[in-house]
């Protein structure tokens, strides 16, 4: 074989090998496309709100809660001592569990900072949002209080900085939890992490708490399925919707549990039944289009953040 065709023969067999990885690459991501196309199409078809734990209710800061207040010259974001009230709410009506999905990371006035915590102590069962990120950054390299980390390995994404919550609600919570989620890499969101590594220690995301605190298992126990270290939602319907036949979890405007609270505390019948909370998981989210919390997903183009059911599945 001549010489110059052997140099030039594996140079040939080189680049055709990293043409055919391109080419490769190119026809798998249309084909990752329409599979993940499909599998909306079977989210949407398949789900069923009869099928959705009971144990869930949403507590919505909704449009019509912020303009309420606005109205009475409290302006967004809100003083920390409204949350106080729900709080109050929540333990009178015996609900399980709390899961503020709202960041509670910048101080407020000490008062206010101090109403809030006072307030999570007294209720106990209270999941606290940290945010996490990807890149490092000095001002935000203290990690979470080792009490808060999952015992024995746990996969999920590497962190390298984190935002937590203030020190009172830090100390008063039962978890501190990430917020975190990533959509595919269409932009639509389909699957959540049930835990992130930070600093060497495994810590949950807010599904992974509350499935905690909702079965009093450990998240080793309860053996979500992943792939990738995150976990496929089973989205059962659309929860903010006002077709009844379609709701999915029982929701109410924040503004309406404020203002049951303050019926109680004047001693008045409230209009919102403290009954419906009884033993529930209960989510503190925003639904406001302004707060800018709303994602695609597989059952619709504008959801709140989705979040898995505190039950995570165990099968497909």
């Known amino acids: ?7 030039l023969l594996p140079l040939a067999v080189l680049l055709a090998g990293t043409g055919a ?3 490769a690459l190119r026809l798998a991501e249309p084909m990752r496309a329409v599979e993940l196309k ?5 989210s949407r078809l398949l789900s069923d709100p009869s099928r959705a734990d009971g144990r869930i209710v949403h507590v919505t800061i909704d449009q019509a809660s912020i303009d309420h207040f606005e109205a009475e010259g409290m302006y967004w974001p809100w003083p920390r001592g409204i949350y ?3 709080l109050r709410f929540m333990k009178t009506a015996g609900a399980k569990a709390v899961v503020l999905d709202v960041l509670f990371t910048n101080p407020s006035t000490a008062e206010d900072d101090a109403v809030l915590a006072r307030a999570a102590k007294d209720f106990g069962a209270v999941v606290a949002a940290m945010e996490t990120g990807a890149a490092p950054d000095p001002r935000r390299k203290q990690p979470p209080p080792a009490r808060f980390a999952l015992e024995g390995a746990a996969e999920g994404p590497e962190r390298r900085s984190v935002r937590l919550p203030i020190p009172g609600l830090l100390a008063a919570a039962r978890f501190v939890a990430d917020t975190k989620v990533e959509p595919d890499f269409d932009g639509v969101f389909r699957r959540v992490p049930v835990a992130v590594r930070l600093d060497g220690r495994t810590y949950p995301t807010l599904p992974a708490a509350a499935a905690m605190i909702a079965t009093g298992k450990t998240l080793a126990e309860l053996a979500p399925r992943l792939v990738d270290g995150r976990m496929l939602v089973r989205f059962h319907g659309k929860s903010m919707t006002s077709d009844r036949e379609k709701k999915t979890y029982a929701a109410y405007p924040f503004g309406d549990v404020v203002l049951a609270q303050q019926s109680l505390d004047e001693k008045r019948r409230p209009a919102l039944d403290p009954s419906l909370f009884k033993d529930k998981i209960v989510f ?7 707060l800018l919390d709303n994602h695609p997903t597989p059952i619709s183009p504008s959801c709140p953040a989705p979040r898995s059911s ?5 099968t497909s």
Request: glycine share 6%.
């Open 1 to 7: 074989m001549p010489k110059a065709l052997r140099i």
């Open 21 to 23: 990885l391109v080419l």
């Open 38 to 42: 499909t599998l909306d199409w079977r």
């Open 84 to 86: 106080e009230a729900l």
């Open 284 to 290: 503190v989210g925003m639904s406001a289009a302004g």
């Open 310 to 314: 505190p039950r995570p599945p165990t």
